[in-house]
């Protein structure tokens, strides 16, 4: 039975409109209830499910390292930021060590990904609010990034390139050059952007004083990623919570004070100039080294010692087949994907599979600011606030 | 009584002329639309369709089909006699528009003088102004018909918009009137005939009604493209909001019927842009008679083009305006420069006048 609002007594003129699963702007297959006004929106009501893939239940029935594979289906814009959290979380239980090499190259990877998202916020935003070749532009670029990706993992989208205690492998010779192409080019295609958008007036009116939310309704709602930071809270997990070495990595988290769909934009559109910052960074100082720990009972032997040494076979046999054992206990990793707070909690009851493993999904959390957002506003304003806190419904129905 | 050779042979023409305008413009429709699929998938740095023939200018003929071929649902719930007249009340309205629009000059034929024109209505542009606000109803009727919600929102936005932006556009194109004094669009056309005469001296600025009036002319194309519902005024059928607007539940040729009357009035308000403000057919003429006949005829088609394109070039550039934003910019804006504009004419053709 679909979730609906029941009429107020004495308010029946009012329309309760059913606004997807199938609706073009609602990202996926999110569906909305509204009460409507005219074309006023009084109430809102959220009914998600409509993705369900049960990937939280999945991971209990999987080895630690296959569980990789489900994180890159949740949020399927961010694959690599999903491989990251999850093997973060698993390399806390074990106090793996990574080494610097891999850790570069994870940073390196993590901020394509943020700006392969945001270009998939931008486009799909954009053609929300009827500015329709952004979303051509976006896409176009977003393919070099995808391309990227292919090349180190074989993967456009389903990378499940980083593994518990670094990389799957070695990336290709000569990526570097693929990535400092995009990293040259890119700002200037940023600014293309910008031109269209950031100073056009019919943008401006569609975009500010729209879908407003405090400062302190967004902690209390418990928004966060650039959705938050659009409100003015300066919190971003890559500075208050450094992980795979981010301390190391020069860059500013953009603000933004307003709190509306407009502020939202810019934060983002600025996220992505700083990405391509650290991406920069992370380009020319990349070390040299192994890019996997030296841990081999967790991590997989390379081909070579496999084939020549028989503690590398046995070890490659055990790992394969029965995978490892962390200690009893849990943890919860944290990492700043591109919608917000990505968390892993992970409990081990010391078997090769996780006991639990939850996901503090960023789009599951920031949707509950939408009706905030959304109250007393047009159904076009609506559309306009779904798009701007850039949910993605894998993540939200795990 | 028996029609004599000379009424009978002006009938005949009559017929020629509907027949011709009726297929040159459905070509032309189709055309548009491949025309915008080409442009917009350019500007998108894409190809747009290119598999049917070459540059996929076949393509026009594969669409039709397939409407034609579609399944023709009709949801339960309608209300059939509605329903059914709505898309053939937009479609032949659009069409309609076209008997008093002059597309050139005139030849002799027979001893005949022939104008190409179906009709020269002396109200011709009251007459365009009353079958282009018709138009409202078929889409009103359309949103209510369907009896459902998205396209009720649709039909009641457009309902509201037209009407709205109607007025502006009546408005705007009072100060060509005044100047011109007339509202048949042949004499429209022909009196800007030749060339700008300032202080005595020949400036070689065609005579256009654009030099004299550009407030009205900016006021006349934004609203006209509020009332053929185009970026960034698509509110009736703004699909990221109202999925497809007043058209969601046709399907078909019914749809088809929305689709090709959309572009038609673009040409419609193209047409008339043309002749009101930039000289009709006229342009450089030269050569043998039959090229003095035909050029005209390019020429027009050429303004109107320029229209059409800017048209699609906006829609790939531009996002949409809200609801309320639309009709405060209608009300609030377009309205009263429009009258300002009238206020300022009126004065300067009584002064001269003088």
């Known amino acids: ?398 | 009584m028996a029609l004599s050779s000379d009424t009978l042979f002006l009938l005949g023409v009559a017929v020629v002329k509907v027949v011709v305008v009726l297929l040159v413009l459905l070509t032309a429709i189709a055309y548009i639309v491949w025309l915008e699929r080409k442009l917009v998938a350019h500007i998108q740095s894409r190809w747009g369709p290119y598999r049917v023939g070459p540059y996929g200018l076949m393509q026009p003929m594969a669409d039709g089909l397939k409407f034609l071929f579609k399944e023709d649902i009709v949801p339960l719930e309608v209300d059939r006699f509605v329903y059914w007249l709505a898309p053939f009340l937009s479609f032949t309205l659009a069409m309609l528009t076209f008997a008093v629009i002059p597309f050139g000059g005139s030849f002799k034929l027979f001893g005949h003088e022939i104008y190409l024109q179906i009709a020269d209505l002396n109200v011709g542009l009251l007459y365009i102004f009353a079958v282009t606000s018709l138009g409202v109803y078929s889409i009103a009727l359309a949103g209510w018909s369907s009896n459902s919600k998205y396209p009720l929102f649709g039909g009641l936005r457009s309902s509201a918009q037209m009407i709205s932006y109607e007025l502006s556009l009546g408005l705007a194109v009072v100060g060509t009137l005044m100047i011109s004094g007339s509202l048949s669009l042949r004499d429209i056309v022909n009196s800007q005939t030749g060339t700008w005469h300032l202080a005595g001296t020949n400036t070689f600025l065609p005579h256009w009604n654009i030099f004299v009036q550009p407030v009205g002319f900016i006021v006349y194309f934004i609203a006209a493209i509020a009332e053929t519902n185009r970026i960034p005024f698509d509110l009736p059928e703004g699909e990221t909001e109202l999925v497809g607007g007043y058209h969601t539940e046709y399907s078909s040729f019914k749809f088809a019927m929305f689709f090709m009357a959309e572009y038609a009035n673009m040409v419609t308000v193209s047409c008339i842009a043309t002749l009101l403000f930039f000289g009709g057919w006229h342009g450089p003429v030269f050569g043998p008679a039959w090229l003095h006949v035909l050029l005209p005829v390019f020429w027009f088609a050429l303004k109107v083009f320029c229209f059409l394109f800017f048209y699609i070039w906006t829609r790939g550039t531009l996002p949409r305006f809200r609801y309320d934003q639309l009709m405060a910019f209608g009300w609030k804006f377009l309205l009263p420069v429009a009258l300002l504009n009238i206020l300022a004419t009126s004065f300067v053709v009584a002064w001269i006048g003088t």
Not at chain 1, 2 to 19: D, N
Not at chain 1, 103 to 126: D, F, K, M, Y
Not at chain 1, 228 to 240: A, E, F, N
Not at chain 1, 313 to 326: A, C, N, Q, R
């Open chain 1, 1 to 398: 039975m679909a979730v609906t609002l029941e009429k107020i007594p004495g308010q029946e003129e009012r329309v309760i409109l059913s606004m997807g699963p199938q609706h073009p702007s609602t990202h996926g297959v999110l569906r909305l209830v509204l009460e409507l006004d005219g074309e006023t929106v009084i109430r809102s009501l959220f009914d998600i499910g409509y993705l369900h893939t049960g990937f939280e239940k999945s991971f209990e029935d999987k080895t630690y390292s296959q569980g990789i594979t489900l994180t890159d289906r949740m949020d399927y814009l961010a694959p690599l930021s999903n491989n990251l959290a999850y093997c973060l979380a698993i390399e806390k239980l074990l106090e793996l060590e990574i080494p610097p090499k891999a850790q570069w190259a994870r940073v390196l990877l993590t901020e394509l990904t943020r700006v392969g998202s945001h270009l998939v916020w931008l486009g799909t935003h954009a053609i929300d609010i009827g500015a329709m070749s952004m979303f051509l532009y976006c896409f176009r670029e977003r393919e070099e990034i995808l391309r990227i990706f292919e090349m180190v993992s074989g993967q456009r989208m389903m990378t499940s390139y980083f593994r518990v205690g670094g990389l799957a492998l070695e990336p290709p010779l000569g990526w570097l050059d693929r990535v400092k192409k995009i990293v040259d080019r890119f700002p200037e295609r940023v600014d293309e952007y910008e031109a269209l958008l950031t100073k056009n007036p019919i943008w401006l009116r569609r975009t500010q004083g729209v879908g407003t939310i405090s400062a302190e309704d967004a902690i209390a709602v418990g928004l966060s990623g650039p959705s938050l930071r659009g409100s003015g809270v300066d919190w971003d997990l890559r500075k208050k919570q450094p992980y795979s070495s981010y301390d190391k990595f020069n860059f500013n988290v953009p603000t933004r004070p307003e709190g509306d769909v407009y502020a939202r934009y810019l934060v983002r559109v600025a996220e992505i100039r700083e990405s391509l910052k650290i991406v920069r960074q992370a380009m020319e100082g990349m070390p040299e080294g192994p890019i996997k720990a030296n841990a081999p009972h967790i991590v997989l032997p390379d081909r070579e010692s496999m084939k020549t040494s028989i503690e590398a076979l046995i070890y490659h046999f055990k790992i394969v087949t029965e995978g490892f054992h962390p200690p009893v206990g849990e943890v919860y990793q944290a990492i700043e994907s591109p919608r917000g707070e990505l968390g892993i909690y992970m409990v081990s009851d010391g078997s090769p599979k996780p006991f639990r493993c939850h996901v503090r999904a960023p789009s599951f959390a920031n949707l509950q600011g939408l009706a905030k957002m959304m109250e007393g506003r047009l159904i076009a304003d609506a559309v306009a606030c779904i798009g701007s806190i850039d949910v993605v419904l894998g993540e939200i129905d795990r």
